[in-house]
């Protein structure tokens, strides 16, 4: 089993920066990368980024929506990953959630692709 919570959601204004972190527990060694999604009401669940927590070199993928101005970086010894959003939007508003893939059969920007989530943390943008 492997628990993922999620934190450092809040109310940001537009233009400003707001940074995530997704602290896994468990089975943590079963993990092979992260992900970030995010959901706004009425909205189907959104890829943001996801990176990869093993090996020497690090590989990162961004949905087309954030690319340029969101980070997502890990830090191995903490088991945690962090999402750094930058100059956000009013359109970035949504709930983001932490997921976990250990089987490696699926795409990295669908959701079936992961296995584990947290319960995720809302990220409000205010223009």
């Known amino acids: 089993q492997v628990q993922l919570v999620e934190s450092g959601g809040g109310l940001v204004q537009a233009g400003g920066s707001l940074s995530l972190s997704c602290a896994a527990s468990g089975r943590t060694s079963s993990i092979y990368a992260m992900g970030w999604f995010r959901q706004a009401p009425g909205k189907e669940r959104e890829f943001v980024a996801r990176?990869?927590?093993?090996?020497?070199?690090?590989?990162?993928y961004y949905g087309d929506s954030v690319k340029g101005r969101f980070t997502i970086s890990r830090d191995n010894a903490k088991n945690t990953v962090y999402l750094q959003m930058n100059n956000l939007k009013a359109e970035d508003t949504a709930v983001y959630y932490c997921a976990a893939d250990t089987t490696r059969l699926g795409t990295y920007s669908r959701s079936e692709g992961y296995d584990y989530w947290g319960q995720g943390t809302q990220v409000t943008v205010s223009s």
């Open positions: 990176i990869n927590l093993s090996g020497s070199k690090t590989y990162t």
